[in-house]
């Protein structure tokens, strides 16, 4: 997940810390006054960061504090923290896109010695995930995070309707098919279609859930999973920033008129900006049968006592036309550079990358990324989801991480909200204006914007 919001001010924060341990030198007891704090967003996988940290307090004397905030303030506080050089954060699970401007801006340390000095490899993480969390530029062996939290959009469906026979019999009989959980988009949209305004236990249903809010990151992190499998890229990887006739091409376009044929004809009335809470909310009061998010929220929604255990599965992005990708979400656990307490904060990044402590931080309800916890022969059967989990992990892509990248995702936003939402222009005219968009961005940073 990741959310960016220059445009809202303000701030919630809630301060969590572990008990600080004495520490004894010599049989006098020292007072002591270690502590870090690390900086983050207010959700569920927070709560498991703090309970790990709790054995790292243990072992080292070093008190965790931590600063949450909502996802929703959650860029605009941070990013105004670390361009501001202050000092609330020692330690930051910062966004994947922030790399490259946290790279060329000197926010954060860069961690290459380190790795070499403690003998901690990116071999041993998943691929994905360094490009994505730690790298930049991307594809170069310069590491300014650790991954820390991978995430991917995954669905949820109604198992429990699925299963049900004069449901399962009213699709074969409309489709010619079983009722299943969808391999491609034509088949996901035929589900919703199904379900949308169909009565279930006296209650009128709707079809699927998908991102559509405009204000931060939401309907770009839900349409590109459509868009990737019809064919879209960013720019042609031989010809870098090159947009035209890549961004922009027929195919793409085909992409965008799918996800607006699958906001007007399947989804809940009112949901014109609508991101993951409102996903979840849906999913939970039983108005959807299918739901887009990340697999962040799928532990809690596994325990929810209304829809999850056997009443709920999981299914991975399906493919569309032309590929099968789905979109990245997750972050990496960097040193901030103004810190006071970088050694003490490198120390936890040593603690944290142990497969022991990644072991438990998955028990716990984080993602690890470490393929010693993610490739292990049961990992598959350690959680209902674990398995689309690994699959979509293997076929993430990623929204541009260049420093700039705050006003090509507004213009993506803008551009995308107004067509599918909004009702203005074509498909075909909203990703032409996008690639103007862009060329323009990446021209005032001085890139070298190929046409063809």
């Known amino acids: 997940m990741r959310t960016f919001n220059w445009l809202r001010s303000s701030t919630a924060t809630t301060v969590l ?17 270690k502590q870090l704090t690390l900086c983050w967003a207010a959700w569920d996988p927070a709560n498991a960061l703090v309970e790990l940290g709790k054995d790292f307090t243990k072992q080292s004397g070093i008190e965790m504090k931590y600063e949450f905030v909502p996802w929703t303030s959650y860029a605009d506080r941070f990013l105004n923290e670390l361009n501001s050089h202050g ?14 401007g946290a790279a060329e801006n000197k926010w954060y340390v860069k961690l290459n010695d380190f790795f070499d000095k403690e003998k901690i490899s990116m071999n041993d993480f998943v691929p994905a995930t360094v490009v994505g969390y730690s790298q ?16 991917a959009v995954g669905w949820t469906y109604r198992k429990d309707w699925f299963s049900r026979p004069e449901i399962q019999s009213a699709f074969k009989a409309k489709y010619g098919r079983d009722l299943a959980p969808p391999k491609t988009y034509d088949e996901l949209k035929q589900i919703a279609e199904f379900f949308q ?19 931060s990151e939401g309907i770009t992190m839900g349409v590109t999973n459509v868009l990737y499998n019809y064919g879209f890229s960013y720019d042609n990887p031989k010809k870098p920033y090159q947009m035209q006739g890549i961004v922009n091409s027929p195919e793409a376009a085909k992409g965008l008129e799918f996800y607006k044929e699958l906001y007007k004809c399947c989804t809940a009335p009112g949901m014109t900006n609508a991101y993951m809470q409102e996903g979840l909310d849906a999913f939970k009061s039983g108005q959807v049968a299918l739901q887009m998010n990340w697999f962040a929220f799928f532990p809690g929604l596994y325990k929810d006592p209304n829809v999850g255990g056997d009443k709920i599965g999981f299914f991975v992005n399906p493919a569309g036309p032309n590929g099968h990708f789905t979109q990245l979400g997750g972050q990496g656990i960097s ?71 705050a006003q090509l995702l507004l213009d993506m936003q803008k551009r995308v909200h107004d067509y599918v939402v909004a009702d203005k222009g074509t498909a075909q005219q909203a990703l032409d204006l996008l690639v103007k968009d862009w060329t323009k961005v990446f021209k005032e940073q001085g890139k070298q914007v190929a046409s063809q």
């Open 17 to 33: 810390g572990a008990a600080l341990l004495g520490i004894f030198d010599g049989g006098e007891a020292a007072a002591q006054s």
């Open 136 to 151: 930049w530029p991307k594809n170069s062996p310069n590491y300014w995070a650790l991954p820390a939290m991978a995430d």
């Open 335 to 405: 040193v901030v550079a103004t810190s006071d307490r970088k050694d003490d904060a490198l120390a936890y990044i040593k603690w944290f990358a142990q497969p022991a402590v990644q072991q438990k931080w998955w028990q716990l309800g984080g993602y690890s990324a470490l393929k010693a916890v993610v490739d292990a022969p049961d990992f598959p059967k350690s959680a209902a989801f674990a398995p689309q989990f690994l699959e979509s992990m293997g076929i993430v892509k990623d929204f541009w991480a260049e420093p700039s990248y």
């Open 87 to 100: 000092k609330l954060c020692d330690l930051i699970i910062g966004d994947s896109q922030w790399i490259g």
């Open 197 to 215: 305004g169909r009565e279930i236990d006296g209650k009128k249903v709707y079809g699927a859930y998908i991102f559509t809010e405009r204000g």
